[in-house]
């Protein structure tokens, strides 16, 4: 468990040092290039570091061990973080395609300097880079919220390749008289918002069903209750609720026993229970069972 947060704030650390240094790249020579697109994705890659901010936060805080007043643990603060990066990305993406629109309601734009395509390759290439590298970490920990500021490098990369042909076109029509071209700067900036907006609610979508108790459908819960039946002592399963919280599983279920048995043997069915679904399911960190008393007619 301890690996497990570790390896995903060391991550985390990487992206923030990475995002502020793209962040005061795009910044700098986005305005000395006049290119919005490229101001608009430092604002972009701005958002990822307090992302990331976020997520080592809820991080930090899913990794306590329960207490009195959090008896599941506190692993649902990731998915919080997830939805505040999710936010972040929405916001951010709004911002974008009003200052872009701003630009069809004034004069003629200038088109970028060449040097901001320079800077738009680099921050396409280490934010790939970010996103294959998080992803690959978030899937093997099962981290929501690491995988959310995976792709929000990904949003950060598509919004540079958007904000690259936006340059472009503007250079060109610059250079060849092709007015309309110089326009294709701030349309770029509308993609990226688009993208950045999408992918947000895709994400807060994702989250919101994980802290709204939503459980796991019948396909993911069968191999429970398929270990449960082994047990001896078991004769059916009669309810079996798993939700996630955070990284892990919390499994609710009621399992029939013989009925004239005695109340002894029948909590020991139920231990053997909850022990053998933490012992056969890694991603299960807690089980709550309830013994019924078997009934061939209910």
């Not at 949003?155 to 610059?174: H, Q």
């Amino acid at each position: 468990m301890n690996n497990r947060f570790k390896e995903a704030e060391f991550a985390t650390w990487v992206g923030i040092v990475a995002n502020t240094l793209l962040t005061i790249l795009k910044g700098v020579f986005g305005y000395i290039s006049g290119s919005r697109a490229l101001v608009a994705d430092a604002a972009h890659s701005a958002s990822d570091v307090a992302g990331s901010v976020a997520v080592l936060a809820g991080l930090r805080t899913a990794k306590k061990p329960p207490d009195e007043d959090h008896p599941y643990g506190h692993g649902k603060a990731e998915n919080i973080a997830t939805i505040i990066v999710a936010i972040l990305l929405v916001v951010v993406g709004v911002e974008i395609a009003s200052t872009s629109a701003g630009v069809f309601f004034g004069e003629i734009p200038q088109a970028p300097g060449s040097i901001a395509l320079a800077v738009i390759v680099f921050s396409i290439l280490i934010k790939e880079i970010l996103f294959h590298y998080k992803k690959r970490i978030a899937k093997r920990i099962d981290s929501s919220a690491l995988m959310a500021e995976a792709w929000h490098h990904r949003s950060d990369a598509l919004s540079s390749i958007a904000a690259f042909f936006g340059v472009l076109g503007a250079i060109i029509g610059e250079r060849f008289d092709l007015s309309f071209l110089l326009y294709a700067d701030p349309v770029a900036g509308l993609v990226v918002s688009l993208i950045v907006v999408k992918i947000g609610f895709s994400l807060a979508k994702e989250a919101g069903s994980v802290m709204m108790e939503q459980v796991l459908d019948a396909e993911k819960s069968n191999p429970f209750i398929e270990t449960v039946m082994m047990i001896p002592g078991v004769e059916r399963v009669d309810e079996l609720l798993a939700r996630t919280h955070g990284h892990y599983i919390v499994v609710d279920i009621k399992v029939s026993v013989d009925p004239y048995i005695t109340v002894e043997e029948g909590h020991r069915i139920g231990k053997n229970v909850k022990r053998r679904l933490l012992e056969r399911h890694e991603d299960v960190k807690q089980v709550l069972v309830h013994i019924n008393p078997y009934n061939e007619d209910s």
